[in-house]
């Protein structure tokens, strides 16, 4: 496999970048054919707008679509955010992020089917069988377009991770309730991207996030732009450009590809000169057991601040917790420092920013 690195300073110019891209990896048709419908998987966190580089902005989103369109290809644009989900509240998402006007302007279609499918894993490392949303099954080919980002429990969120988005939402928070420690909760997010693999990987990192990330870091202007039909290939060439180190994130330590020998079609790693904040992650230190991650965690890892003006009271957070953690009083959440796992579940769908991990 190969990845292609190529630097884009305007999402206007993304277009021909991602095209280069495709190009130095043997062509758009190498990967989606006319007639063929191709499901557009960003990272839909939850509905923000496209300057806090929470989401995948919209118009990446619209320059891969515009080379399908032009390949002769049908699209459909679909994620499954946190917490219980519903047509309006995607609707919602959909346009705080930018989106519908995505639709608006292309012939894609987003989808607002939360219908869910399961799907059998007979070698999965811990999974069996995974339900996840219908449409992934119903389409040709996947394409993933994940955003750089940080991420406070697994410390980087990009290509692989992003598939974690394709199960229906309150199921992200159980998996993070049964499979607490860090190693194992990595080896879930490993069998739903082989469970559902992308045909095609290209990664967001015009506008990424560093910092507290997935919901609250800082966003950073990096200009990059990365493809690859290997998403754990995508994944260690985006942290080595930005001086995140491998063993320190959990996906790529999980796989064991922190040592593989990956083929840079265009610019390598050692000619980014960029370096982002990225958290300490895990809900254990990387050297402890796995059998003792849930206890250990209240030790190591902060749970939750919250910022009382910001709250709402809406509910969405205690709604999320897969430990029935949180309860809404008259102040707002309230956090069992027991209870809470430091999953970060209730940060990353809390609408208002109240909550944060930092």
């Known amino acids: 496999m190969s990845v292609y690195i190529g630097r884009c300073n305007s999402y206007e110019d993304s277009e021909g970048i991602v095209r280069k891209g495709m190009e130095s990896l043997g062509g758009i048709s190498r990967y989606a054919r006319k007639g063929q419908c191709v499901l557009l998987k960003p990272n839909l966190l939850k509905g923000a707008p496209p300057e806090k580089a929470v989401t995948t902005h919209p118009d990446f989103i619209r320059a ?21 989900g519903s047509k309006k509240m995607l609707h919602s998402f959909y346009r705080k992020s930018g989106w519908l006007e995505v639709e608006k302007e292309t012939g894609a279609t987003l989808c607002y089917d939360l219908s869910e499918t399961r799907v059998s894993l007979p070698n999965g ?15 040709d080919v996947i394409f993933s377009l994940p955003k750089l980002k940080t991420h406070g429990l697994t410390v980087f969120t990009g290509a692989v991770k992003n598939m974690y988005g394709v199960v229906p939402g309150l199921t992200k928070a159980a998996f993070h309730g049964k499979y607490r420690g860090i190693e194992r909760f990595s080896d879930v997010i490993l069998d739903i991207h082989d469970a559902v693999p992308p045909s095609l990987s290209i990664m967001d990192g015009i506008l990424g996030m560093e910092g507290a990330g997935p919901a609250n870091g800082k966003p950073v202007e990096l ?6 039909p290997d998403a754990y290939e995508l994944d260690i060439a985006a942290c080595l450009s930005c001086g995140i180190p ?10 064991g590809h922190g040592d593989k020998k990956i083929d ?22 990387w050297w402890l057991p796995d059998s003792l ?14 910022d009382h003006q910001a709250c709402t009271k809406c509910g969405r957070c205690a709604v999320m917790c897969p430990e029935d953690a949180i309860n809404i009083g008259k102040k707002g959440p309230k956090m069992s420092w027991w209870n809470c796992i430091r999953c970060y579940c209730c940060v990353e769908v809390c609408p208002e920013d109240a909550l944060s991990s930092r």
């Not at 080379?67 to 644009?77: C, K, S």
């Not at 063993?247 to 796989?255: E, H, L």
């Not at 849930?294 to 601040?305: A, D, E, I, T, W």
Request: hydrophobic share 40%; glycine share 10%.
């Open 64 to 84: 891969v679509v515009n080379i399908l369109e032009d390949e002769g290809a049908e699209v459909m644009i679909a994620d499954s955010p946190g917490g219980p």
């Open 125 to 139: 490392r811990v999974l069996k069988s995974v339900p996840v949303l219908s449409v992934t099954q119903e389409v």
């Open 223 to 228: 200009g990059l732009v990365l493809v690859s």
């Open 246 to 255: 491998l063993n320190r994130v959990t996906t790529i330590r999980a796989a």
């Open 264 to 285: 840079y079609t265009e610019l390598t790693p050692d000619e980014i000169d960029c370096s982002i904040e990225h958290p300490k992650g895990g809900s254990t230190p």
């Open 293 to 306: 991650g849930g206890v250990m965690s209240n030790f190591y890892l902060k749970r939750p601040s919250l």
